[in-house]
Structures are given as structure tokens and as C-alpha cells.
């Protein structure tokens, strides 16, 4: 026979640290600083990339943020930005300049990042889940939305999330990373070129052939078309390099 016991609850000291709260006030100025830092970059990329701002130009810190109304904490961390998509370059001591990036170091990278993608394209085709199905067709599909909407903002950001889906497709995370690293360096050229409604239209048919070597688990054919996208890009980036060029020659 067991005998059971009302035993009482004693409340013991508690000695270790207080829970902390997030103070709220204090991280909306860092959420603020860091908006205004990536509209700043985003204006001054473009500023770059129209010619506006000339290679080898100075971008001073103290300049910028007076030009921007701003201080110079989002100014430091755009240049930061644009310094690791290859426009700026950033030395110690010194001030940032825009990069003088050459027709020739843009063939070269585009030229390895059609490889890395066609990689991506061909293990995605042996690999792909039916989830990863879903996700490059919604990709796929959000990209002919956005050029029917002749909506360049939204057209690129869909394009990103195209090429994203197959990267992640291909499960191999060490690749996917090299091929997003090396994505984010040529990113303000590819932008830029896909503000222009020809190149939209083309490349929604390109991904829908891609998309379909895919699904058919045609990995050889899923990497030539993805390394013909690339070529077509790249040839489309050097002609707008080629045009600023002749810009800043002229001027």
C-alpha cells in the first residue's frame, strides 16, 4: 500500500541574470541606418552605371553625406556595398574611388559564372525534388508576369529568384555559394541590363527552355542553355560597358 504525501512547493531564490528585453528604440536607428545605407548604394550604382559618376572619380565620405543629407555611417556602409560588386574600389587611408572595370574583367567573370550556372543547371536536372519543381516553374512564371507588366524592378527581382531556385536545385551548397557570391559582384551589371524590355522577353523564352531541360532530367542540355543565357548576357553587358566608355572618353 503507498502512501501518498501533499508535499509543499517551496520557491527557491532565482540568482541567475535578468531575461533582456529588446529595447525597441534602440534598434530602430540601426534598421533605419542600414535603409538608408542600401538606397544610397542603389543611387549611386545607378549613378555609376549611367555614367553620371566617372571612373576613378572620388566618392568622399564627408561629400556624399552632405550631397544625401545623411551621416557618414550609411555612406561607409553603401561604399562597403558597391566595393564588394566590384564599382568601388576602397583602400586604407584613402579615399573610395569608382572602379575602372574593363570590358575584359567582365568577359572573364561572366565567362565563369556561366559555368558555375551551367553546373547548377546540369545538377539541378539530375537532382531536382518535386518542391524544386514548384518553385523554378513559380519563378519562371513570375518572371513573364513581371514583362508583361513592363515592370523592370519587379521583372529583376523574379529573374533573381529564377536563377536562385536552380542554384538550390542543384543541392550542392558549396556551389550554390561560390556561384551567389560571384552573382552579387556582376549584379548592378546584370540589372542594369534588364531594364530594357528586349532583353526581358528573351530571356523568359531562354529560362523557359532551361526550365524545361530541367524536367527532363537533361543535364547536358540544361548546361549548354544556361551557359548560352550567360553568353548572351555577358555580350549585352559589354556593349553597355563599351557605351559608357565612350561617354566618359567623350566628356
Excluded at 534598421?31 to 538606397?39: C, F, M, S
Excluded at 515592370?151 to 542554384?167: C, G, L
Excluded at 530571356?203 to 551557359?227: N, P, W, Y
Amino acid at each position: 500500500m503507498f502512501l501518498c504525501y501533499a508535499v509543499p512547493l517551496i520557491s527557491l531564490p532565482f540568482n541567475g541574470p535578468e531575461p533582456r528585453m529588446v529595447d525597441t528604440q534602440q534598434t530602430r536607428p540601426l534598421q533605419e541606418a542600414q535603409t538608408r545605407a542600401k538606397e544610397l548604394a542603389t543611387t549611386l550604382e545607378n549613378q555609376i552605371l549611367s555614367g553620371e559618376l566617372k571612373p576613378g572619380e572620388q566618392l568622399d565620405e564627408a561629400n556624399l553625406a552632405r550631397r544625401f543629407h545623411v551621416s557618414r555611417t550609411p555612406v561607409r556602409e553603401a561604399l562597403k556595398q558597391l566595393s564588394a560588386s566590384g564599382l568601388v574600389d576602397t583602400r586604407p587611408r584613402q579615399r573610395a574611388v569608382v572602379a575602372k572595370m574593363t570590358i575584359a574583367d567582365l568577359i572573364y567573370s561572366f565567362e565563369i559564372m556561366a559555368v558555375l550556372e551551367g553546373a547548377c543547371a546540369r545538377f539541378a536536372a539530375q537532382r531536382h525534388t518535386a518542391k524544386d519543381r514548384l518553385t523554378i516553374r513559380a519563378a519562371f512564371e513570375a518572371c513573364c508576369k513581371m514583362t508583361e507588366k513592363d515592370d523592370p524592378d519587379a521583372f529583376y527581382r523574379a529573374n533573381k529568384d529564377f536563377h536562385n531556385s536552380i542554384y538550390a536545385a542543384s543541392h550542392n551548397p558549396l556551389l550554390g555559394d561560390q556561384t551567389i557570391a560571384l552573382r552579387r559582384r556582376l549584379e548592378p551589371y546584370r540589372r542594369q541590363i534588364t531594364f530594357h524590355p528586349g532583353p526581358m522577353a528573351r530571356s523568359d523564352v531562354e529560362h523557359g527552355h532551361i526550365m524545361q531541360a530541367i524536367f527532363d532530367m537533361d543535364g547536358t542540355a540544361a548546361d549548354r542553355l544556361m551557359r548560352a543565357h550567360l553568353d548572351m548576357l555577358s555580350n549585352d553587358v559589354a556593349g553597355l560597358i563599351s557605351a559608357l566608355n565612350r561617354h566618359h572618353d567623350g566628356n
